[in-house]
């Protein structure tokens, strides 16, 4: 039985994020005890939100829940990498596939990548 | 110029690097100022330890250096995404190409997957 080390982030789990079809890493959330027993039990991705203070079903309110392909630990047990289909398509509140859109060069700037594929407006206020 | 949000997370954002060839999930870091400077700066790796309380150019140990392929920051500026070559084929201090080495079921009973790439012991101790 894997032993997760909850302990070391004061009770919080980082959960890396992959799409299992494009391969894209999606977005860098955080699981609780709960919330990591919730998603193996439904197959749906679950985490802890750090500003609401509760367990987030990841679409519970959009509709575009991760489901789970594969889960791995890393080496020392301290942080996950949840493989998901992602329904919609998109991952980011913004409405991008992934939450990792703002490409950045060496010197520093940055511009915002890839297209969007929902209107935040939309989902989020049906 | 991007502004990253280092306060959010006490002077430390987390990085997630994924293999540009294989597009594999390799492993899970953190940054501070100073590393990212230094990455930008030399276009390879560099994080925060916090085991070693230092700088870390990955790589610097067993010459597995990351060269920084493409660099993405997130919608809220906290987390960042190394897209990376990966010299000698393999991240993990283990051997293995990924720290996200064991598969986790649904029971929550995982198993290693993979073979080593390198042999730790003659990689750290020559």
Redesign the interface.
């Known amino acids: 039985?894997?032993k997760l080390n909850f302990e070391k982030g004061n009770g919080l789990l980082?959960a890396?994020v992959?799409d299992h079809a494009s391969?894209k890493?999606l977005?860098?959330a955080f699981v609780n005890p709960e919330s990591w027993e919730k998603t193996?039990e439904t197959?749906e991705a679950h985490y802890w939100s750090r500003t609401r203070q509760e367990i987030w079903h990841k679409g519970g309110t959009s509709g575009h829940v991760q489901k789970i392909k594969?889960?791995?630990?890393?080496?020392?047990?301290d942080?996950l990498?949840f493989i998901v289909e992602q329904v919609g398509g998109a991952a980011?509140?913004?409405g991008?596939e992934?939450?990792?859109?703002?490409?950045?060069d060496?010197?520093?700037?940055?511009s915002v990548v890839g297209n969007k594929i929902f209107d935040p407006e939309k989902v989020y206020k049906k």
Do not use: N, W
Request: with cysteine; net charge negative.
């Open positions: 039985m894997l980082p890396i992959q391969r890493v977005m860098l193996l197959g594969e889960i791995y630990a890393d080496c020392d047990d942080t990498l980011c509140h913004t991008h992934s939450c990792f859109h703002k490409k950045v060496r010197s520093g700037d940055y």
